[in-house]
C-alpha cells in the first residue's frame, strides 16, 4: 500500500486523533479542513522515502530539472518533464542534495543504519475494542535488535543536543504515538514491540541520536491514545465536538493579578 493509499482510508490516525488534546472542535475542523501539502511536509515524505526506501524512491519521486522556464525551449522541456512524470512528486535539486547528504550520514551511523533495517512503511488497521472506531498507523520501520521487536521512527528535529528533542517529545506527543503504535502492531500480530526513535538535526553536519523508550513512555501515551478515542467516540455519538470550554460548555474564570505575572 502505497502513502497515499493509506491516507486515503477512512481509520483514525496518529496525526489526527493527537488534535483532540486541544479539543474535539479542533478535531472536527482538522478532519473536515485537511491541510494542504507544503514544501516542508513534501521535503518530509521524499526525505522518509530516501532514509528507508532508497531503491524505491524514484517510483514517488522525481528531481526537478534545472531548465529556464523564460524560454521557449526550457518550458517545453519543462512540459514534457512534468508530462512524463505525471504522478510524482516534485523535489527540487537543492533538496535533493539536502536528503542525500542527510542520508549519508545516516548510513553512517551504525546503530541507526541497524535500527532502520527491517520491514518499512507497514499499514495496520484494527477496530479499537472499547469503542468500535477504526484506527491505522504506519511504522516506519518493523525490526529485530539484540533479541527484541522494535518499531523504530524517523524523525528530523533542530536540535539533539541536551534536552531538546525531549522537548519536541512533549510538544508533539511523541509518546501518544509510541502507544497508538504499539497498540495497532499488536492488535494486528499479537505481538509486542518496544519502540525507539532515530533523531536526526535538520541542519549540518546532521547529527544523528538514538532514543529508546521505557515501557512507562509507551504505557503513558497509550494512557493518551486511550483518552483521545474516548473522547472521539463520546462526541461521535452525542455530536457535541466541544472546544476548550468543555462538554458543558463550563465559563473559565479570570482573576486579578500582579504586573509580574
Not at 22 to 42: C, G, I, N, R, V
Request: glycine share 8%.
Amino acid at each position: 500500500m502505497t502513502n497515499k493509499e493509506y491516507r486515503q482510508d477512512p481509520g483514525i490516525s496518529r496525526s489526527d486523533l493527537f488534535e483532540m488534546r486541544k479539543s474535539p472542535l479542533h478535531f472536527q475542523y482538522q478532519m473536515t479542513h485537511p491541510k494542504e501539502d507544503t514544501p516542508a511536509l513534501l521535503f518530509g515524505r521524499a526525505l522518509h522515502k530516501m532514509i528507508l526506501e532508497p531503491g524505491d524512491f524514484e517510483s514517488e519521486f522525481v528531481v526537478c530539472p534545472t531548465v529556464n522556464r523564460r524560454t521557449k525551449a526550457g518550458q517545453e522541456q519543462y512540459a514534457a518533464f512534468m508530462a512524463e512524470n505525471e504522478g510524482k512528486d516534485i523535489v527540487s535539486q537543492d533538496d535533493y542534495e539536502v536528503m542525500c547528504e542527510m542520508a549519508e550520514v545516516i548510513n553512517k551511523h551504525q546503530l541507526a543504519k541497524k535500527l532502520l533495517t527491517g520491514e518499512h512503511e507497514q499499514s495496520f488497521f484494527w477496530t479499537d475494542p472499547d469503542t468500535g472506531e477504526r484506527c491505522k498507523c504506519r511504522p516506519d520501520c518493523m525490526t529485530e535488535y539484540e533479541g527484541q521487536l522494535y518499531l523504530v521512527d524517523y524523525k528530523t528535529t533542530d536540535s539533539c543536543a541536551g534536552m531538546d528533542f525531549e522537548r519536541s517529545v512533549r510538544k508533539y506527543g511523541y509518546d501518544f504515538q509510541a502507544g497508538m503504535y504499539t497498540e495497532g502492531v499488536f492488535a494486528n500480530t499479537f505481538q509486542r514491540y518496544g519502540f525507539k526513535f532515530v533523531a536526526q538535526e535538520k541542519k549540518p553536519p546532521y547529527a544523528v541520536r538514538v532514543y529508546d523508550c521505557s515501557e512507562e513512555f509507551i504505557q503513558q501515551g497509550y494512557d493518551k491514545f486511550r483518552e483521545y478515542i474516548g473522547m472521539l467516540h463520546e462526541c461521535r455519538v452525542s455530536g457535541n465536538w466541544y472546544g476548550y470550554e468543555g462538554p458543558d460548555r463550563i465559563e473559565t474564570g479570570l482573576f486579578a493579578y500582579g504586573e509580574e505575572v
